[in-house]
C-alpha cells in the first residue's frame, strides 16, 4: 500500500468509528485491504475475505419435507407468496 493510500485508509478507518459503522477488534484473523481504482479515478476500498471465509464454520440448514410443510398448513386462511429473485436483488 502506498502512503498516500496509507494516510486515505486511516482518514476512511478514523471516519467509520466515529459513525460506529466499524469497531476495533481483538479477533486473530485478518483480512487484507487495498484500494481499486474507479473509472472516475477516485479509489474503492475493497475487502480479501477469503482466509475468513476458509476459518468460518458451515451453518447447515436442511430444507425441510414438502409433506411436513403442507401438513403445518391444514387449516390456515390466509398465505403469502414471495417473488425471491427480486427480493433477492434489492436487499
Request: with cysteine; proline share 8%; hydrophobic share 35%.
Amino acid at each position: 500500500m502506498t502512503d498516500a493510500e496509507s494516510v486515505t485508509l486511516k482518514q476512511w478507518l478514523e471516519d467509520e468509528l466515529k459513525a460506529g459503522k466499524i469497531c476495533p477488534s481483538n479477533s486473530p484473523i485478518l483480512s487484507p485491504v487495498m484500494f481499486v481504482p474507479k473509472k472516475d479515478g477516485s479509489c474503492c476500498l475493497v475487502v480479501d475475505y477469503w482466509k475468513l471465509n476458509n476459518q468460518s464454520k458451515k451453518n447447515v440448514y436442511p430444507l425441510p419435507h414438502p409433506d411436513d410443510l403442507m401438513s403445518k398448513l391444514c387449516g390456515a386462511k390466509i398465505f403469502s407468496k414471495l417473488d425471491l429473485r427480486w427480493g433477492y436483488n434489492n436487499v
